[in-house]
């Protein structure tokens, strides 16, 4: 552990605070990526899937103006274009997050609402992840991602390079707000919600907010812009717990008090939770639930499992 | 006490314990079956649920939604009408 840096306590702070807000926001709007697309399909209603536009506009401008100011101290760490790997992965976590009723940080944030289904969801979760980054299912992750597809000579394209033209990132940055925008204003974002905490708009502009300082605060100090994703750094917390080390193979990891050592994105996760958990206290949402049926227990774990691995193989 | 829970359920579906999406899915599924002008009473624990996906739905659907929330025990008891049509 000697050449690896120790972690300072503003690190520290800066990454469980990071998850607290977070945590606090998604419990506070009940913002929900997996409500944004069943809602649509279910009952025809389109407030989440607004919310989740509104969110992916902020993050997409934010995320790129800091990047084109010179903020960071690299470009965005953008990932191989794998399709083969992202298609069966995305797949798999879509029906884990549908098993479960809650994404990654869905199940950390109802954690905090006392939901004991949710702990059960995050073993297999925390399980199906390790196996793939770490464990059996690693030569199936190597394997799917080897298919790589670059566009011209770009391996690690954005939605620009598809255009083969140079400079023309704000351009297509612009054609998405320009699609967004109305889409978002019909859902009038300024009225006031029927219910307690905040609403959907709201819950939408902050993470997307968040997403941004993310990108920022993960680069400052975690030492490399990561983004706000929850895959790896849930293995990183849970490796760092279980063996001692975040293991990470490509972020940085600083030594936590000579206990370990951990990635700053290992921290957020840590937050999650607990942030969830002060807002569903203001709210007087938290209640500590269990289902009453012991096939939910088997169902949450189950599911947890799938989402884990589709997560992993998918890069995310 | 409001109209609809002063009359008498036409059924009662309890999803205590179940998280979201599946009272909304069981709700909806179980509106499909009931007849026109029935009253169906929903038990639900999931905050998301009672206060966010089953009124927009009833709002979608153009159904009567009435909401009593036990404070204590901290679960809802819920009636939808199912419109006349």
Redesign the interface.
């Known amino acids: 552990m000697e050449e690896v840096p120790k972690a300072t306590l503003i690190l520290l702070l800066s990454g469980v605070l990071t998850g607290v807000i977070f945590g606090f926001t998604l419990q506070h709007s009940r913002y929900c990526m997996n409500a944004a697309f069943r809602d649509v399909i279910l009952i025809k209603d389109f407030t989440w899937f607004r919310a989740w536009l509104l969110a992916l506009l902020v993050a997409i401008i934010g995320a790129n103006l800091i990047e084109d100011l010179g903020i960071l101290e690299d470009t965005l760490r953008r990932q191989a274009f794998a399709p083969v790997a992202a298609i069966i992965g995305g797949y798999l976590f879509g029906a884990g997050v549908v098993i479960t009723g809650g994404c990654g940080s869905g199940i950390l944030c109802r954690q905090g609402e006392g939901q004991f289904g949710a702990v059960v969801a995050i073993l297999g979760f925390v399980a199906g992840i390790i196996t793939t980054l770490h464990g059996l299912l690693n030569p199936a992750l190597t394997f799917l991602r080897s298919f790589k597809v670059p566009i011209g000579d770009e391996y690690t394209p954005a939605l620009w390079d598809l255009l083969g033209i140079e400079g023309m990132k704000w351009m297509v940055i612009g054609v998405v707000a320009a699609v967004i925008i109305p889409v978002v204003l019909k859902g009038k974002p300024f009225g006031k919600g029927s219910r307690k905490g905040w609403s959907w708009s709201l819950g939408g502009f902050l993470v997307g907010l968040i997403v941004v300082w993310a990108w920022w605060a993960s680069n400052y100090w975690g030492g490399q812009p990561r983004g706000l994703s929850f895959i790896g750094p849930t293995s990183d917390l849970f490796m760092f717990i279980l063996t001692g080390s975040s293991n990470a193979p490509f972020d940085p990891m600083f030594n936590i008090f000579g206990i370990g050592i951990a990635t700053w994105s290992a921290l957020y996760i840590v937050g999650v939770p607990i942030g969830s958990y002060l807002s569903a206290k203001g709210l007087k949402e938290c209640k500590l639930t269990a289902p009453r049926e012991p096939q939910e227990l088997v169902r949450f774990f189950f599911g947890g499992l799938v989402m884990g691995i589709g997560g992993a193989l998918a890069g995310g | 006490m409001g109209e609809l829970s002063n009359m008498t359920p036409t059924d009662t579906l309890d999803v ?7 009272p ?2 069981m709700t ?1 599924k179980a509106l499909e079956k009931l007849p026109s002008g029935a009253i169906l009473k929903v038990l639900t ?1 999931s ?2 649920s009672a ?3 089953l ?3 009833c709002e ?2 153009g159904y009567k939604f009435e909401s009593l929330k036990n ?1 204590e025990k ?1 679960f809802w008891e819920i009636y939808i009408q199912k419109s006349l049509r």
């Open positions: 205590l314990g179940k998280v979201c999406p599946y909304l899915v909806k624990d905050p998301p206060e966010d996906s009124p927009r739905l979608k659907l404070e901290g």
